[in-house]
């Protein structure tokens, strides 16, 4: 036996089960949401299934409806009375077969609000578990104090360290430190804080301000490691330092950037500080969009790595309500970027190669979950985000199509003809279809 594919193993079982656990939660939120909301209406579930194919387990609640998990976890349904099948399709034989009262009780007789809200709740209800995530991270986080205060440090090679924990940072290099919550203002702070390897902070401590050295704040450490990048790829970690490109000695994380964005996609040398350890590894940087605060993409040439200042800033608690905001805030820049994203993607301004297919979000899932149970979770609400929002597109077979469909009726005062609809779902299954071979052939063929 090759025991050296036991770690290749390892990786594509946690792979595998990252993607069925991540699937499988937001699955289960967003058919949750149909079948609860749906209840609230009047509207009978006959089977709830997380998950496709034979049923492993089963059991009927009080209100009659089948619980069951499937043996195939890529998904789920809830198939209401008087339809056909998963997608919602109308049984005409079932539904002929129905009283004036069972009719009011199923998907398909049910008045439109009914209908309208039992459908449009699916991808809320994922929306709603993004934005719940993401302050339950950052009630757990906490927020950075104010002012800037040193927490822990993180391990470095060798450098000139006066500062303490709890030292209040005033300003560094003649700079002087904006809130922190300022975003604009802390980021020109960075840019103007002079790039030297030795720098004069000024700090107050126990009530008394004095100026200690200490090393440039930005390091060419890694805090967090993109998955599918080429770093992530070669096998960098978090809290690795490099120290080194292509054996020119380097300091500052803006050295590395340059490095980078100036070498037009060569291969580096990397020479990396873990643990002090020495070890050196080579790097090829990738094209990618990036999407612009002003609006639209820029390509760049990237590693997959962020930075961040050589020391954890200390915490403190944050409101129940400024994390509910932060979610909601969090899960609007998701919605935007997805949007903005796809639309660069049609017209061509940036690579199609940008949407990724289940062998990616596999990969993604895996990795993520290889990062700790934070930056999983996290990745699930970003997934529950993106869920949500294709659930909302206007094709027919999802929840979108499905309120075109009642929009229509609710303007005509008639649902389109079960001949049209017919002829609809077979278009959007073959659309969908269509999208999922093109994502998986993005996981299989792009770089």
């Known amino acids: 036996m090759d025991i050296s594919l036991i770690p290749q193993f390892g990786g594509f079982v946690m792979t595998v089960i990252a993607f069925v656990v991540a699937l499988s939660v937001i699955v289960a939120v967003h058919e949750y949401g149909h079948y609860i909301v749906g209840r609230w209406s009047g509207i009978k579930a006959e089977v709830f299934s997380l998950g496709f194919g034979p049923v492993l387990w089963s059991r009927h609640d009080r209100h009659g409806t089948k619980w069951q998990i499937a043996a195939l976890p890529f998904?789920?349904?809830?198939?209401?009375?008087?339809?056909?099948?998963a997608a919602s399709?109308?049984?005409?034989?079932?539904?002929?077969?129905?009283?004036?009262?069972e009719l009011r009780h199923s998907m398909h007789g049910a008045p439109l609000w009914a209908r309208t809200v039992t459908v449009a709740a699916g991808p809320i209800f994922n929306f709603i578990l993004s934005i719940l995530v993401f302050a339950g991270v950052i009630l757990w986080q906490g927020q950075v104090a104010e002012p800037l205060t040193v927490g822990s440090f993180r391990a470095l090679p060798g450098e000139v360290q006066?500062?303490?924990e709890g030292d209040e940072v005033i300003a560094i290099g003649g700079v002087r430190v904006p809130a922190f919550e300022d975003r604009e203002a802390f980021r020109s702070f960075g840019d103007a804080v002079p790039v030297e390897p030795v720098l004069d902070y000024d700090v107050r401590r126990d009530a008394r301000e004095m100026r200690v050295g200490g090393p440039y704040p930005y390091p060419?450490?890694?805090?967090?490691?993109?998955?599918?990048?080429?770093?992530?790829?070669?096998?960098?970690?978090?809290?690795?330092?490099?120290?080194?490109?292509?054996?020119?000695?380097?300091?500052?994380?803006?050295q590395l950037r340059e490095r980078v964005e100036g070498g037009n996609g060569?291969?580096?040398?990397?020479?990396?500080?873990?643990?002090?350890?020495?070890?050196?590894?080579?790097?090829?940087?990738?094209?990618?969009?990036?999407?612009?605060?002003?609006?639209?993409?820029?390509?760049?040439?990237?590693?997959?790595?962020?930075?961040?200042?050589?020391?954890?800033?200390?915490?403190?608690?944050?409101?129940?309500?400024?994390?509910?905001?932060?979610?909601?805030?969090?899960t609007e820049r998701i919605v935007q970027g997805s949007i903005s994203g796809l639309w660069h993607m049609i017209t061509g301004a940036i690579s199609?190669?940008?949407?990724?297919?289940?062998?990616?979000?596999?990969?993604?899932?895996?990795?993520?979950?290889?990062?700790?149970?934070?930056?999983?979770?996290?990745?699930?609400?970003?997934?529950s985000t993106a869920v949500g929002l294709l659930n909302l597109f206007p094709i027919p077979v999802l929840d979108g199509g499905h309120l075109v469909?009642?929009?229509?009726e609710a303007v005509a005062g008639r649902p389109p003809s079960d001949g049209a609809l017919r002829i609809l779902m077979t278009v959007g299954l073959t659309l969908i279809l269509s999208l999922m071979v093109f994502a998986l052939s993005n996981d299989l063929f792009c770089p």
Not at 75 to 85: A, W
Not at 89 to 100: F, G, M, P, Q, T
Not at 223 to 249: E, F, K
Not at 296 to 322: D, Q
């Open 162 to 164: 006066e500062l303490r």
């Open 352 to 383: 199609s190669c940008n949407m990724s297919g289940p062998i990616g979000i596999a990969q993604v899932s895996g990795a993520m979950a290889s990062q700790g149970a934070v930056s999983f979770i996290w990745f699930i609400a970003v997934l």
């Open 75 to 85: 998904g789920g349904y809830v198939k209401f009375l008087g339809d056909s099948n």
């Open 405 to 408: 469909f009642y929009g229509y």
């Open 266 to 330: 060569k291969p580096l040398l990397l020479s990396v500080w873990r643990d002090g350890a020495a070890l050196e590894f080579t790097l090829v940087p990738r094209r990618v969009d990036e999407p612009q605060a002003e609006g639209g993409f820029k390509t760049s040439w990237r590693i997959g790595i962020a930075g961040g200042l050589f020391f954890e800033p200390a915490t403190e608690m944050t409101g129940v309500g400024s994390a509910l905001w932060g979610g909601v805030v969090q």
């Open 220 to 254: 060419p450490l890694v805090t967090q490691l993109s998955p599918q990048s080429a770093a992530y790829d070669i096998g960098l970690q978090v809290g690795d330092v490099i120290t080194a490109v292509d054996g020119t000695p380097i300091f500052a994380f803006e």
């Open 89 to 101: 399709a109308k049984d005409e034989e079932a539904a002929y077969a129905l009283s004036e009262e």
